[in-house]
Nanobody, 124 residues
Framework: QVQLVESGGGLVQPGGSLRLSCAAS????????MGWFRQAPGKEREFVAR????????YYTDSVKGRFTISRDNAKNTVYLQMNSLKPEDTAVYYC?????????????????WGQGTQVTVSS
């Protein structure tokens, strides 16, 4: 079992920044690739970013490339999502998730553990 707890969400103006954190406990954190997903009201959960087990490889959905950065600190069992130049369309509940598989995936159904989510609202 892996327990994930997100934090860092809030209300921010367009163009602003937020940094989300996801603290993990339980099984060895470095044994999992980590992803960030988001879900806006009335929409399906969508992939945002993914980082490999030791942080060497990252991948982003096109809409956040150049604005968001995923990183991890395996010594602190934490994954981060730095979000810059935020837009109203980034408004959603953001979730972190752990993937114990060996195949790269952006499919939320393939991730093994999920946090409870943190709300991000971008509005003036």
């Amino acid at each position: 079992q892996v327990q994930l707890v997100e934090s860092g969400g809030g209300l921010v103006q367009p163009g602003g920044s937020l940094r989300l954190s996801c603290a993990a406990s339980g099984r060895t954190f470095s044994g999992y690739a980590m992803g960030w997903f988001r879900q806006a009201p009335g929409k399906e959960r969508e992939f945002v970013a993914r980082i490999s087990r030791i942080g060497r490889n990252t991948y982003y959905t096109d809409s956040v490339k150049g604005r968001f950065t995923i990183s991890r600190d395996n010594a602190k069992n934490t994954v981060y999502l730095q979000m810059n130049s935020l837009k109203p369309e980034d408004t959603a509940v953001y979730y972190c998730a752990a993937d114990g598989g060996v195949v790269f995936t952006t499919d939320p159904g393939e991730y093994d553990y999920w946090g409870q989510g943190t709300q991000v609202t971008v509005s003036s």
